[in-house]
């Protein structure tokens, strides 16, 4: 268990395909792993089999993986557990029922607040990874006038996912994920001039989101926000 007495975020990482001799990667500011994002410590556990193909479309037998990681993080000290794909919200449940800290695996577990603090005549955009695979029960929508809310987009096709898919994992430059989100949601406000407000799913994104809030000046929320408010409701364990 880890001494610090900070609060300690543990992470469901994603099987990345990587040789235990590769390089790591520094992490990018904004993102769940570097060490400013939060200010506290971060710890890691590898969901085995969790490619991101697998998460990204569902895999029921990912369950028991998902659980034992959580079980680890929770092991090692870590006082809130949370995911490195928002894909993952499918195991919410039983992740949360297997451990007793708080689990928070997507931003989609935002989608009901959100929608509360915008006008009704207003909508939330969702941006994804790839849209295709960001289905109804994964949005947690209860009232079909919410539904109409709230509006979709992906960016399946796209540099960002091919790289994302890739074994191993292709890291891609940030001008890049910030031209191919900034399209898709330019394309968003075009087709739906209501919308006022967007979430990321994708937690690839955040490192984009404050670039993202200059140029389109709307309140941008993604799994880091979510994360700093758990954080911020529980002690550190002794």
């Known amino acids: 268990m880890t001494s610090q007495s900070s609060t300690v975020l543990g992470l469901l990482e994603l099987d990345e395909g990587v040789s235990p001799d590769s390089p790591l990667l520094s992490p990018r500011e904004g993102s769940l792993l570097h060490p400013a994002t939060f200010g506290g410590p971060v710890i890691t556990e590898m969901v085995e089999g969790a490619f991101a193909e697998v998460v990204i479309r569902g895999d029921a037998s990912l369950e028991h993986a998902c659980i034992a990681a959580a079980q680890r993080l929770v092991d090692r000290g870590a006082n809130v557990v949370a995911a490195d794909c928002g894909f993952l919200i499918r195991h919410q449940s039983a992740i949360s029922a297997a451990v007793n800290v708080p689990v928070i695996t997507s931003s989609l577990l935002l989608i009901p607040t959100l929608l509360r603090q915008l006008s009704p005549a207003k909508k939330l955009a969702v941006l994804t990874a790839d849209s295709r695979h960001c289905t109804e029960d994964l949005l947690g929508i209860q009232h079909p006038a919410d539904r109409k809310r709230v ?41 739906h001039p209501e919308i006022a407000m967007i979430l990321f799913e994708c937690t690839g994104f955040p490192v984009v989101a404050n670039a993202l809030r200059l140029k389109t000046g709307l309140p941008i929320y993604d799994i880091t926000d979510l994360c700093k408010l758990t954080l911020a409701t529980v002690t550190a364990r002794v």
Do not use: M, W
């Open 151 to 191: 509006v979709v987009g992906g960016i399946e096709g796209g540099v960002y996912v091919r790289n994302a898919v890739a074994r191993p994992f292709v890291r891609t430059a940030l001008d890049q994920i910030q031209q191919e989100v900034g399209a898709r949601i330019d394309q968003l406000r075009s087709d």
